[in-house]
């Protein structure tokens, strides 16, 4: 137990010392989201349901980000540098080394979904109902599973340099094309169906509908969870054929 | 129970080549053995298969009567890996910390900062900031953070400076006398010459000696009387002693080759041959390993 605790505070503060961290998954957002409501007009229709709209965007994109980019970069890093196989060597066992991971990111999810709600609560004056802003949360934080699947995936690269840059691009394109940045609406009709395909878009969308006073489509689960098990078995599939080789 | 560790006809096969060949050996409580051998000789792959992190492709090891997965067993082992192993991102001190909360009874933290040499300085400092020695130090630490019963190193010196590897021995010889096991693999063969009780010599995935470091010394190794004497004297007189293997001059200086030095020397002033400035060398442990792992096994 000592250890497990241990485990998670180490696993958390590594993060936090994180400077891509602290870059992309907290200032990049808040800035974002201020330029979107506050520097650039968007002519949108209704103002406030645009503000809130937004802040869901930019934390799942926070969220999303540190799901696909913390945990598969520092796997990669840990495997390189003999750390995995030290810590084979100690009487750590792994489901415990596995769940500290999961817990210390959980941890810092909430962190950021509690730093940008606050931005924007203080930068808008958004008003959700105290229901509102717990089931975004809670959504935003759940919905993130498939993307830290997918993290595992890139945590199976060999080099940490190919994971960054892979994992990056990834990132950015599917923050882009599941509307994220911009609303789905305002693109054009290819992009949009096969952003409806994507699941930063429905990961995005679950909280949209919430902060409108809805509960996230059972389209928008259906599809989190069927990403979630196509990357648990590749990255299954992988493994397996990396220890055969 | 007296045997820590047993080996029993272990053979690795990778594809193309069999790294370790039918070896066995056990250890008992207490010993400090030295694994040497040259480069592929097949002792990074005994190590990883010890501590488990590769199978035998056939043959048993047994450490403390068990595999080396189990708890009891993980916990009872400190281990220096050939690769250097850091966690990114955190200081000395907190590594530290969190590997020695993997362990029930594990050293207390200022025993390992006097043990390894690690200074203030050094715990304050994240390891992505680490020199090499100082990560060999860290590594070093942390094998030792358990208070580990059986302790497996490869190549621990590898990196270290004088001060360091000294450090390094004078820890491992007060963990020695406490009855620790100890087993390592070094390329340095005076620092297996100091502090083992035993050698185990690999070559070609075998292994072709075993015993006390004195013991090798002298089961291969010529010994030789060499003394300075008049060049107009005549060594004549010497050669029919059956005891002389061979006799030559070389630089003014006359060697006799011969198992029983003594017996030489007696001769030397019975037959009242002038000789003085007299040396005798008996074989080092270099000279050991190179006729013990060179290509031709006639030496042996
Ligand atoms: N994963 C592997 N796949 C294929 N061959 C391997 C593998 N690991 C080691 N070998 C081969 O097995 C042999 C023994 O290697 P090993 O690393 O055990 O040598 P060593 O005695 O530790 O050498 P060194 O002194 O250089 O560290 C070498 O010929 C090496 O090429
Ligand atoms: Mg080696």
Same mark, same amino acid.
């Given at each position: 137990?000592?250890?497990?605790?241990?485990?998670?505070?180490?696993?958390?503060?590594?993060?936090?010392?994180?400077?891509?961290?602290?870059?992309?998954?907290?200032?990049?957002?808040?800035?974002?989201?201020?330029?979107?409501?506050?520097?650039?007009?968007?002519?949108?229709?209704?103002?406030?349901?645009?503000?809130?709209?937004?802040?869901?965007?930019?934390?799942?994109?926070?969220?999303?980000?540190?799901?696909?980019?913390?945990?598969?970069?520092?796997?990669?890093?840990?495997?390189?540098?003999?750390?995995?196989?030290?810590?084979?060597?100690?009487? =750590?066992?792994?489901?415990?080394?596995?769940?500290?991971?999961?817990?210390?990111?959980?941890?810092?999810?909430? =962190?950021?979904?509690?730093?940008?709600?606050?931005?924007?609560?203080?930068?808008?004056?958004?008003?959700?109902?105290?229901?509102?802003?717990?089931?975004?949360?809670?959504?935003?934080?759940?919905?993130?599973?498939?993307?830290?699947?997918?993290?595992?995936?890139?945590?199976?690269?060999?080099?940490?340099?190919?994971?960054?840059?892979?994992?990056?691009? =990834?990132?950015?394109? =599917?923050?882009?094309?599941?509307?994220?940045?911009?609303?789905?609406?305002?693109?054009?009709?290819?992009?949009?169906?096969?952003?409806?395909?994507?699941?930063?878009?429905?990961?995005?969308?679950?909280?949209?509908?919430?902060?409108?006073?809805?509960?996230?489509?059972?389209?928008?689960?259906?599809?989190?969870?069927?990403?979630?098990?196509?990357?648990?078995?590749?990255?299954?599939?992988?493994?397996?054929?990396?220890?055969?080789? | 129970?007296?045997?820590?560790?047993?080996?029993?006809?272990?053979?690795?096969?990778?594809?193309?080549?069999?790294?370790?060949?039918?070896?066995?050996?056990?250890?008992?409580?207490?010993?400090?053995?030295?694994?040497?051998?040259?480069?592929?000789?097949?002792?990074?792959?005994?190590?990883?298969?010890?501590?488990?992190?590769?199978?035998?492709?056939?043959?048993?090891?047994?450490?403390?009567?068990?595999?080396?997965?189990?708890?009891?067993?993980?916990?009872?082992?400190?281990?220096?890996?050939?690769?250097?192993?850091?966690?990114?991102?955190?200081?000395?001190?907190?590594?530290?910390?969190?590997?020695?909360?993997?362990?029930?009874?594990?050293?207390?933290?200022?025993?390992?900062?006097?043990?390894?040499?690690?200074?203030?300085?050094?715990?304050?400092?994240?390891?992505?900031?680490?020199?090499?020695?100082?990560?060999?130090?860290?590594?070093?630490?942390?094998?030792?953070?358990?208070?580990?019963?059986?302790?497996?190193?490869?190549?621990?010196?590898?990196?270290?400076?004088?001060?360091?590897?000294?450090?390094?021995?004078?820890?491992?010889?007060?963990?020695?006398?406490?009855?620790?096991?100890?087993?390592?693999?070094?390329?340095?063969?005076?620092?297996?010459?100091?502090?083992?009780?035993?050698?185990?010599?690999?070559?070609?995935?075998?292994?072709?000696?075993?015993?006390?470091?004195?013991?090798?010394?002298?089961?291969?190794?010529?010994?030789?009387?060499?003394?300075?004497?008049?060049?107009?004297?005549?060594?004549?007189?010497?050669?029919?002693?059956?005891?002389?293997?061979?006799?030559?001059?070389?630089?003014?200086?006359?060697?006799?080759?011969?198992?029983?030095?003594?017996?030489?020397?007696?001769?030397?002033?019975?037959?009242?041959?002038?000789?003085?400035?007299?040396?005798?060398?008996?074989?080092?442990?270099?000279?050991?390993?190179?006729?013990?792992?060179?290509?031709?096994?006639?030496?042996?």
């Amino acid at each position: 137990m000592k250890a497990f605790q241990m485990q998670c505070k180490m696993e958390i503060k590594r993060v936090l010392r994180n400077r891509y961290f602290v870059f992309w998954s907290l200032m990049m957002p808040i800035i974002f989201y201020y330029i979107f409501t506050n520097v650039v007009n968007t002519n949108a229709a209704d103002p406030a349901a645009w503000k809130a709209h937004y802040l869901m965007s930019m934390t799942a994109f926070s969220v999303m980000g540190s799901s696909i980019m913390t945990l598969g970069i520092r796997m990669v890093q840990e495997r390189t540098q003999g750390w995995s196989t030290f810590i084979r060597l100690t009487p =750590l066992p792994d489901h415990i080394y596995f769940s500290a991971q999961m817990v210390g990111q959980s941890v810092i999810h909430i =962190l950021s979904i509690t730093v940008i709600f606050l931005a924007g609560a203080i930068i808008n004056r958004i008003s959700l109902t105290p229901m509102e802003w717990f089931m975004s949360g809670l959504w935003i934080l759940l919905g993130s599973i498939p993307f830290l699947a997918m993290g595992t995936l890139f945590g199976l690269m060999k080099k940490v340099e190919t994971a960054a840059g892979i994992s990056n691009v =990834l990132y950015m394109v =599917l923050a882009v094309c599941g509307g994220m940045w911009m609303p789905l609406e305002i693109m054009p009709k290819a992009m949009q169906s096969i952003g409806h395909w994507l699941p930063s878009y429905h990961f995005g969308s679950g909280a949209w509908e919430i902060v409108q006073g809805g509960l996230p489509s059972w389209k928008n689960i259906v599809i989190l969870f069927a990403y979630l098990v196509v990357f648990m078995l590749l990255s299954k599939y992988i493994r397996r054929k990396q220890e055969a080789a | 129970m007296n045997e820590i560790l047993r080996l029993e006809n272990v053979t690795k096969s990778f594809k193309y080549k069999t790294a370790v060949n039918n070896i066995s050996f056990s250890m008992k409580k207490g010993e400090v053995t030295a694994i040497l051998g040259p480069n592929g000789a097949g002792k990074t792959t005994t190590i990883s298969m010890i501590l488990g992190l590769l199978k035998p492709t056939t043959g048993d090891i047994k450490l403390f009567n068990s595999q080396s997965q189990e708890l009891h067993v993980r916990q009872k082992i400190g281990t220096m890996l050939q690769e250097v192993s850091v966690m990114p991102g955190l200081t000395i001190n907190e590594i530290l910390v969190l590997i020695r909360s993997y362990y029930p009874e594990p050293l207390p933290l200022k025993d390992l900062v006097n043990l390894t040499g690690l200074t203030e300085q050094d715990l304050k400092t994240r390891t992505e900031k680490l020199s090499g020695g100082q990560k060999r130090r860290l590594n070093f630490a942390l094998a030792l953070a358990g208070n580990p019963e059986l302790m497996i190193f490869d190549e621990p010196t590898v990196g270290m400076d004088i001060t360091s590897r000294q450090r390094f021995w004078q820890t491992i010889n007060t963990f020695a006398n406490q009855g620790k096991t100890i087993i390592f693999s070094t390329h340095y063969l005076q620092e297996a010459d100091d502090n083992a009780q035993r050698i185990l010599l690999f070559k070609d995935g075998s292994i072709v000696a075993d015993g006390t470091p004195q013991q090798i010394k002298s089961r291969i190794s010529k010994k030789a009387v060499s003394f300075l004497t008049d060049p107009e004297k005549s060594l004549e007189i010497l050669y029919h002693h059956s005891e002389i293997e061979q006799i030559f001059r070389k630089n003014n200086r006359v060697y006799i080759y011969s198992d029983h030095t003594d017996k030489i020397l007696e001769l030397l002033f019975q037959e009242k041959i002038g000789a003085h400035d007299i040396q005798i060398e008996s074989g080092n442990l270099e000279e050991a390993f190179r006729q013990l792992t060179s290509e031709n096994k006639e030496a042996i």
